[in-house]
């Protein structure tokens, strides 16, 4: 186990929560989706999320995880189920959008490891997690086609700000 600098210690917390978050929003989705092709998508990229938070877990004690845990699954699920009551092109713009903010927040820890020249490994690793989810968002995308209405852009919006608190918070609880 690596003893990481405070700032490190809680973006990694913000990770392993929104990874949390991530397997339930799939979960969510799993619940209420009845689409063979939707079922898929949701089957194989929870796998995926399943791996990242295993990850996260070796890398983070169980003491330095976020408290916030039960509201990151609460949230999570709610943030799948909403969109798979309303169809295939819901839960894709949900991904789209959620993929997107988790691109960017994923490439600031990056690039602050680079900077500062520290822990390859784990570098490395997050790389990996967001080569992934960039493929997860723009899988999401391509099946979406980018038609999204008010609706859409106004729940995706709610997503990318909801994602920012949750991270803001994860990283001090």
Do not use: K
Not at 113 to 136: K, N, S, T, W, Y
Request: with cysteine; charged share 25%; aromatic share 8%.
């Amino acid at each position: 186990m690596n003893i990481y600098p405070d700032w490190l210690v809680a973006e990694l917390r913000s990770d392993h929560a929104g990874e949390t978050g991530a397997v339930m929003i799939y979960r969510g989705i799993l619940a209420f989706c009845r689409d063979a092709e939707l079922r898929d998508f949701a089957e194989r990229h929870m796998a995926t999320e399943q791996g990242h938070l295993r990850l996260l877990e070796a890398e983070l004690p169980p003491a330095q995880r976020s408290r916030l845990l039960p509201i990151w699954r609460v949230a999570g699920w709610v943030t799948g189920a909403l969109p798979a009551l309303l169809g295939p092109r819901a839960v894709y713009a949900t991904i789209d959008s959620v993929e997107s903010f988790v691109d960017h927040h994923y490439q600031q820890q990056i690039d602050r490891l680079d900077a500062e020249g520290i822990f390859p490994e784990l570098r490395a690793m997050l790389a990996r997690c967001q080569e992934e989810e960039v493929h997860h968002r723009d899988e999401a995308r391509e099946r979406h086609a980018g038609v999204v209405g008010a609706l859409l852009r106004g729940w995706s919006w709610m997503v990318g700000v909801g994602s920012e608190a949750a991270v803001a918070a994860a990283r001090r609880v």
